[in-house]
């Protein structure tokens, strides 16, 4: 007798299964050379270019500080296989660009939020990946993660979005809570055209006048 499968989030609990078995049984392929082992080998990531920028605002940002240029293949692979592949180790160097970049900038008081998915889709992904960056980066750093700041439309994701379209697209997505903080820093893989960082830090302003950077792993074009 067919059986329907149940879904986990929207995606089909076989899929889920999956996925799991393929990532405990399967080696990691680096994403530039192919080696078996890791999914970037150290070779292959010592070429990649560190480039820390700082920019300030816009507001009501302090600053949007970036650690790479995303159009670095092996940037640009790494989050793809992280956003659109669910593969989570990919998660790692990039936060460990993320805190060899930043851990100068960093200052006790700090917070780190991690730039919210829509509950849905994140059930659908399985994860945030900004939270995945987020958490790595708190753990190698003591600076603690609050969990204050929440998507509450399902908007169309930015990268689909022409230009003019993601201006707009993400008005009055976030809302936040409260938080004690001297400084909080918003985490994200990419930030282009900055519209996430300055949606997420207006909602953030409406409950806390502390400065509030923009932190994300790569700078898209």
Sequence with gaps: VARRVTAVGGIPQLAVIGRFLLDALAPHRCVNCKKIGAVVCVDCWKTVDRKLQVTPGPNPLQSTVTCAEYEQ???QKLIHDLKYNS????????????TESVRPLLQPGDVIVAIPLHPRRERKRGFNQSELLAKQLCSATAIPLAHILHRTRNTKPQVECEASERRTNLKDAFVADLVDAKRIILIDDVTTTGT???EAAKALRKVTAVPIIGLAVARGG
């Excluded at 989570?88 to 160097?93: E, G, I, L, Q």
């Design 87 to 98: 593969i989570r180790d990919a998660a790692k160097p990039l936060a460990e660009l993320l």
């Design 73 to 75: 293949p092996i940037i």
């Design 196 to 198: 996430t960082f300055v």
